[in-house]
């Protein structure tokens, strides 16, 4: 599934990690100031990843 068809609160995996899909939000990247990204948030351990928005044709696995 792309990244641009996902709705907020499905789960994913990212290179074998399990993640939940926040949707797009403004964070904050140290030395340039906030940015707009798609934001996932890691289970198991405590961190996010995040993807600028033109990445919207990479493909990910959806876990149901």
């Given at each position: 599934?792309?990244?641009?068809?996902?709705?907020?609160?499905?789960?994913?995996?990212?290179?074998?990690?399990?993640?939940?899909?926040?949707?797009?939000q403004k964070v904050r990247i140290p030395?340039?100031?906030?940015a707009e990204k798609r934001v996932f948030?890691?289970?198991?351990?405590?961190?996010?990843?995040?993807?600028?928005?033109?990445?919207?044709?990479?493909?990910?696995?959806?876990?149901?």
């Amino acid at each position: 599934m792309k990244i641009s068809d996902l709705k907020p609160g499905q789960k994913v995996s990212i290179n074998g990690t399990l993640a939940e899909y926040l949707g797009i939000q403004k964070v904050r990247i140290p030395n340039i100031g906030k940015a707009e990204k798609r934001v996932f948030k890691c289970e198991g351990i405590d961190s996010y990843k995040y993807y600028n928005l033109r990445k919207v044709l990479k493909r990910l696995k959806v876990r149901k």
